[in-house]
């Protein structure tokens, strides 16, 4: 069965610090998914960036940066210069067609 | 837009009890999602549907039911509460081509049960 791993539970850093968050996945499939999504404290799931397997190239969005590696299964995920906004559950999620699962998520704090 | 909207925000319910969470979709998506969300675990995967009149079981479907009559509503039923379905539950949607897509997310039901 897919698998998806964020080992780091919580995070802390100081603003304008970057920070990366690691995600580890497991799937037989050589057609998947990967996700990042967002949870702020007030609550909401919100999406941040969708990749297929066959796409292996890293992307950047502003501050943000993916690496997205099938040798070693990771889809990790940078903050550059946090700010204290960055502040969320950061979930990584592994989808094969109508079977989604999500890591554990990673809490980031980032202190002013 | 309303996106996707979830009745009722809370709700306290005893063992043994049942309810039906709504969850609507004003974006004309043909899938939509129910999971759960529980401290440490994610979010799992409950049941979902690929259009209307079609629903399948995702990872933990057990004491739940849903049905699918229209495009734009997916209600949760819990059949006969039990504490271990104290959560947050969230219901998403997606365009066609099922969650491989990018998933909106509604607000959520925060449930206890006793």
């Known amino acids: 069965a897919q698998k998806v791993t964020q080992a780091q539970t919580e995070i802390s850093v100081v603003e304008k610090e970057d920070v990366t968050l690691d995600c580890v996945y497991e799937?037989?499939?050589?057609?998947?998914?990967l996700f990042w999504y967002k949870q702020p404290p007030s609550g909401e799931l919100v999406f941040l960036i969708r990749?297929?397997?066959?796409?292996?190239q890293n992307e950047i969005s502003g501050r943000y940066s993916w690496n997205f590696q099938k040798s070693t299964s990771s889809f990790n995920f940078t903050i550059t210069a946090s700010q204290v906004v960055d502040s969320a559950v950061y979930f990584c999620a592994l989808s094969e067609v109508n079977d989604m699962r999500f890591g554990a998520g990673t809490r980031l704090t980032v202190k002013p | 837009n309303a996106g996707v909207t979830q009745t009722p925000k809370f709700q306290v319910l005893k063992t043994g009890q049942s309810m039906t969470l709504q969850c609507a979709q004003d974006?004309?998506?043909?899938?939509m999602s129910w999971y759960r969300q529980d401290p440490g675990m994610g979010l799992r995967l409950i049941h979902y549907s690929v259009g209307a009149g079609i629903t399948d079981q995702g990872e933990v479907p057990n004491g739940y039911n849903v049905s699918r009559s229209t495009t734009e509503d997916f209600p949760l039923r819990l059949l006969s509460a039990a504490p271990s379905q104290t959560s947050v539950y969230f219901c998403?949607?997606?365009?066609?081509?099922?969650?491989?897509?990018?998933?909106?997310f509604g607000p959520g039901t925060r449930l206890t049960v006793l």
């Open positions: 998403a949607s997606s365009y066609s081509g099922g969650n491989i897509n990018e998933q909106f």
């Open positions: 990749r297929n397997s066959f796409d292996e």
């Open positions: 799937t037989r499939d050589t057609t998947y998914y």
């Open positions: 974006m004309n998506h043909e899938y």
